[in-house]
C-alpha cells in the first residue's frame, strides 16, 4: 500500500497512519486536516468533491470545523469509512491531480488544539510510577495505596488548561509545605516543576447517565489517541493533596498533540497486558491484546533523557473507560482521558523528573537537571509498529517554561 | 419598590431578586427566562422590543440562546444594565402591557439546565463538615489535614453529569472496601448514598491561562450563584479517594438549581466570616464582609431533616476563586465551583446523611434515615435577606433516587 504523496511512504505519515487534527494558513479559518509525510491534507476541500468512495460529501461538513467534535461525534462507523476513503484518495494515484492542491507543507500550517475537551480525568495506570511516587511521598507507608491493585485510580483534572503542544507554559506559583518550624506555608513559584509522559485517550461516541460502558466497548466510544504532558509542580502538590486529590499542581496546564491517532492505526502496536494480580473485578475483565506496544522519548533540550515504554502500564485503556462509567457518570464527545505517567523498569524508562531525580536527589542528563528550569523545553515523541510492517509516529507535545509572572 | 406583576411582591421572588434561568414550554426553543413570583419572564422577547432603558436590543441576542452562557460572557457593565433595564420593565406599570404576555406562568415552564458547565470544582469549606467527616474516615489522627486552614481545599469535579433539579439520580454501583478477611473489594449498588448541601458560583467573564484572579476581582468575574447537591456514595469514595481524591463517589451526577441568582440580589445577605485563624497568606486577604447568610433546608420526602447555616463557611467565594487561579489556571465562561458541604455548629444543622446518622450510627428524622433509600426524594431550599428588607429564595434542588440497574 503506497502513497502518491512524496516522501510519505518513506516517513512516519504514511498510509497506515492518517492522524487527525485541526490546521489553517495565512489567517484562513481553522479546519480538520489529515497528516500524510509532511503535508496536511485539507479534509473537508477534498471530500468536497463528492462522487469520492466512502459518504465523502458527509464527512466534508464535519471536517468543515475549527474542532475535530463533530467528526468525533459521528461514532465508529463513520471513522471507519472516513479512514478507508483516505486510504484510497491519498493511495490511489488516480486521484492525486485533484488532491495535490489542497496539501499544505506542515512548515506552513499553523496547529490548533484539536478538539474541544470535555472532561479531563487522568488516571495513574503504571505500576512502576505508583511504587516509585509511593516511595517517595509516603516514605513511611507501603508504596502502593491498598486500592491500587483492584482498580485504575483517578481523578478529574482541569479541562479549560488543556493545551495544544507548542504552547509555552507559564512556572505556577502556589503554596509549599510550611518549613519545620511550624510558620505559614511557603509561597511562590514553584521550584519542583515536573513533567510526566503520558497517553491520552480521545472520546467520540457519548453515553447515557445512569449506564455504563462494559470494557468490550472501548473502540466503540473511543476514537483515538495523543500523547500529553501531564506538567505537575510538585512542591504545590505535595502540599495540597491530602485528603481530596491533586488540584493546583497540575491545572495550570496539561500540553496535547496536535494530531490525534485513530485506535485503527495502532492495529499492530497491540500487545498484552504485563499481568494482572490479583485478576480484577468482572467488569474490568478485557479480552485479547489490551495493551499497546507505543515507544516513547524525553527530550530534554534537544537531549533524549528517558525513553519510557507504554507496553509495561499494568491498567489498559478499555479498563479506565469501563471504570470511568461503571457508576453510571456519562461520556460526552470530546472528553479525554489520560494514562498517567508511563515508567518502566528502569531508571531510564521513568516518566518524570521526579522520578528520574530521585525526588531531586539524583541530578540527570547532560546539564545535571534535577527538575524543570525556566526556558527549558521539553519534547514528547512516540512511536508504534505500523500495519504496514514499518513505524509510525504519534504527533509530537512540546513545551517550553516561561519564568512565573 | 413594588412590581406590578400579581403576587411578586409578597413572594420570595420580587423585584429585589430576578433569577435567570433557561425555560420553554410546548416543544418551543429553550431560551433565558426571569423568575418573578410565579412566573417567569422571556427575557429576549421582552428586550427586543428596542427603545428600553438599559440596552435592551444588545441583550436580547444575548437572551435569545438555550443556556445563560452568552449574556454570562458579556460580563459585569452588561449584568449589572441588565438588572437595571428589569427592575424598570417588571416594576414601573408603563412596561406591564406589553410586557404581560411574555410571562409564562412557572408551572407551564419546563426549565432547563441554566448554563453550560465548563469546568466544575469542588470546594471544602465547611471548618464543621471537614472536622466531622475527618473524625469520621480518620479516626486514629487529626480530624483536620495540616493544610485545612491554610488554602481552600478544592478538586475538579465532572462537568458533563451536572443536572439540572428535578432530575433523577441513578443509585451507582462500584467498588468498596474488601472485607476484613483480605478477600476482593465489595462490588454493587452503593449502599452509603449521601447528599452534600452546598452553594454553586457560576463564572461568567473569562481569564488568561497564567495569570491569576485576585480576591478582589470576584464580582467582576463571579455572576451568581446557585444551590447545588453533591450526591455523594460514601462506601466507593472511602474506597477509591487514597491518594488521588474523590472520584466515582462524586462523579454519577451533581443537582444544580434551575435559576442562577445575581450577586447583587445578595448585597444584603453579605456578612463576616466566623473568623480565620491563622490569617491567611497575603493572596487569600479579604476586605469587608466576604460571606453571606443563606439559611438552608434539607427535605427529606417532605420532612425538614436540616437547616445548614451558609453564613458559618470559612473560606469565602472571593478566596476559592484567588486559590483556583493563584497557579496562572484560567477561567472559562460557564466554570462552575462550589462551596462544599454546608454544615453549622449543632447536629440539626448538618449538610450531609454522612454527618446526621454520624457515619450511619445514629438514624434520624421521622424514618430513622442513615443513608438514601431507593425512592428518597431530597429538596435543598435556601433563602436570603434581601436588599428590599424580607427574604429572597434561591432556586430549589430536588432529585429522587432511582434504583440501580
New interface residues.
Given amino acids: 500500500m503506497k502513497s502518491w504523496v512524496p516522501g510519505a511512504d518513506d516517513s512516519l505519515f504514511g498510509l497506515d497512519n492518517l492522524p487527525y487534527g485541526v490546521f489553517s494558513r495565512d489567517g484562513e479559518e481553522p479546519r480538520v486536516g489529515v497528516r500524510i509525510g509532511d503535508f496536511v491534507m485539507d479534509a473537508s476541500a477534498v471530500a468536497a468533491y463528492g462522487g469520492d468512495p466512502g459518504d465523502g460529501p458527509h464527512l466534508a461538513a464535519a471536517w468543515d470545523q475549527p474542532s475535530l467534535n463533530a467528526f468525533l461525534a459521528l461514532g465508529r462507523p463513520a471513522w471507519d469509512t472516513a479512514r478507508e476513503w483516505l486510504v484510497e484518495v491519498l493511495g490511489n494515484e488516480v486521484h492525486a491531480e485533484r488532491t495535490a492542491p489542497h496539501l499544505v507543507p506542515v512548515a506552513e500550517a499553523t496547529l490548533h488544539l484539536p478538539f474541544v475537551v470535555?472532561?479531563y480525568?487522568d488516571f495513574?495506570c503504571s505500576l512502576q510510577h505508583a511504587t516509585n511516587v509511593?516511595r517517595m511521598?509516603?516514605p513511611d507507608g507501603d508504596a502502593l495505596?491498598?486500592?491500587w491493585q483492584?482498580?485504575p485510580?483517578?481523578?478529574?483534572?482541569?479541562?479549560?488548561?488543556v493545551?495544544v503542544s507548542g504552547t509555552d507554559v507559564?512556572r505556577?506559583?502556589?503554596?509549599g509545605r510550611?518549613g519545620s518550624d511550624g510558620g505559614?506555608?511557603a509561597?511562590g513559584p514553584s521550584r519542583r516543576l515536573d513533567i510526566e509522559a503520558e497517553l491520552g485517550f480521545v472520546v467520540g461516541t457519548p453515553s447515557t447517565?445512569?449506564?455504563?460502558v462494559p470494557t468490550g466497548a472501548y473502540a466503540d466510544h473511543v476514537f483515538g489517541v495523543t500523547p500529553l504532558n501531564d506538567w505537575s509542580?510538585r512542591d504545590?502538590q505535595a502540599?495540597?493533596?491530602?485528603?481530596?486529590?491533586?488540584?493546583?499542581?497540575k491545572?495550570?496546564?496539561t500540553s496535547i498533540s496536535p494530531w490525534v491517532t485513530p485506535l485503527a492505526a495502532l492495529d499492530a502496536a497491540r500487545v498484552p497486558l504485563p499481568g494482572q494480580d490479583?485478576e480484577p473485578?468482572p467488569?474490568l475483565a478485557v479480552d485479547g491484546p489490551a495493551g499497546y506496544d507505543i515507544a516513547y522519548e524525553i527530550v530534554l533540550n534537544g537531549e533524549v533523557v528517558s525513553r519510557p515504554p507504554y507496553a509495561a502500564m499494568y491498567w489498559s485503556p478499555a479498563q479506565m473507560l469501563a471504570?470511568?462509567t461503571?457508576?453510571?457518570?456519562?461520556?460526552?464527545t470530546g472528553?479525554l482521558y489520560a494514562s498517567g505517567t508511563i515508567s518502566g523498569d528502569e531508571r531510564e524508562q521513568r516518566g518524570s523528573f521526579l522520578e528520574l531525580s530521585w525526588g531531586g536527589t539524583e541530578p540527570f542528563g547532560r546539564d545535571g537537571r534535577t527538575f524543570l528550569e525556566d526556558g527549558d523545553e521539553v519534547v514528547l515523541r512516540a512511536t508504534a509498529p505500523g500495519v504496514l510492517g514499518g513505524r509510525i509516529a504519534l504527533g509530537e507535545v512540546a513545551g517550553k517554561i516561561?519564568p512565573a509572572?
Fill in positions: 470535555a472532561d480525568v495513574y509511593g511521598f509516603r495505596t491498598p486500592n483492584h482498580l485510580i483517578g481523578y478529574h483534572g482541569r479541562a479549560g488548561t493545551v507559564r505556577p506559583s502556589g503554596q510550611p505559614p506555608p509561597f447517565q445512569g449506564t455504563s509542580a504545590i502540599w495540597e493533596y491530602v485528603p481530596l486529590g491533586p488540584f493546583l499542581g491545572s495550570f496546564a490479583p473485578l467488569y471504570h470511568l461503571v457508576n453510571g457518570a456519562s461520556l460526552r472528553d516561561l509572572l
